[in-house]
Every structure is written in structure tokens, then in C-alpha cells.
């Protein structure tokens, strides 16, 4: 079974400064036979450890708010995230780049 194959990926603001608070929004597409039941999103940021569920929205729109560390150095980092339907299956991972500035 696939789940969740297409995602679309929005931040606010599009570019962070340390600081701030950034809030990351991804909406799941539909799979298979007119989509699956989604029971959570996660995300992950591997580099610094950081691991969450992300809150649900919607049927198939998640968010993640976060404030950006001061410490954070300016740079691009990947996020990580996928999906896990009601039967425990999880989905192929959607990789974003989020950008700090200093």
C-alpha cells in the first residue's frame, strides 16, 4: 500500500532569523483508492536531534510550530517528514530546506 505520495510544503515566514517563530505547514495528497486515513505526521530535523509529531489541521494538513533557537547558526537545514496511516503504515519521506539568516 502507498500512502500519501505527493505532499506540498509551506513555511511561515519563508525565511527565519534566530528568534523567531516559524510555522511549517504540509498537506498529504491522496494515494491508492481515493486516499487512506492519515493518523499522524511526523518530522525530524536528523542534524540537531530534533523529533516531533506534528499537530493535525485537516484530514491530510499537519503543522509544526517552532521558535528558532538564538544559537541556531544561519544556514540551510533539511526537514524531514512523512506520514503514518491508521494501520501503522508510514509514507514515503518529503524533504524540505529551511533557511536561517542571521
Same mark, same amino acid.
Do not use: C
Given at each position: 500500500?502507498? %500512502?500519501?505520495?505527493?505532499?506540498?510544503?509551506?513555511? =511561515?515566514p519563508e525565511i527565519g532569523r534566530r528568534g523567531e517563530r516559524v510555522k511549517l505547514q504540509?498537506?498529504?495528497?491522496?494515494?491508492?483508492?481515493?486516499?487512506?486515513?492519515?493518523?499522524?505526521?511526523?518530522?525530524? %530535523?536528523?542534524?540537531? #536531534?530534533?523529533?516531533?509529531?506534528?499537530?493535525?489541521?485537516?484530514d491530510r494538513l499537519f503543522s509544526w510550530s517552532y521558535v528558532i533557537p538564538w544559537e !541556531?547558526?544561519?544556514?540551510?537545514? =533539511? %526537514?524531514?517528514?512523512? !506520514?503514518? =496511516?491508521?494501520? #501503522?503504515?508510514?509514507?514515503?519521506?518529503?524533504? !524540505?530546506?529551511?533557511?536561517?539568516?542571521?
Amino acid at each position: 500500500m502507498s %500512502i500519501a505520495n505527493e505532499a506540498k510544503v509551506t513555511f =511561515d515566514p519563508e525565511i527565519g532569523r534566530r528568534g523567531e517563530r516559524v510555522k511549517l505547514q504540509i498537506e498529504y495528497g491522496a494515494a491508492g483508492n481515493g486516499g487512506e486515513t492519515l493518523e499522524r505526521s511526523i518530522m525530524r %530535523i536528523s542534524d540537531y #536531534g530534533i523529533y516531533d509529531a506534528m499537530k493535525r489541521e485537516g484530514d491530510r494538513l499537519f503543522s509544526w510550530s517552532y521558535v528558532i533557537p538564538w544559537e !541556531a547558526p544561519p544556514g540551510v537545514y =533539511d %526537514i524531514e517528514m512523512y !506520514a503514518i =496511516d491508521t494501520q #501503522g503504515n508510514k509514507g514515503p519521506i518529503t524533504t !524540505a530546506h529551511y533557511q536561517i539568516k542571521a
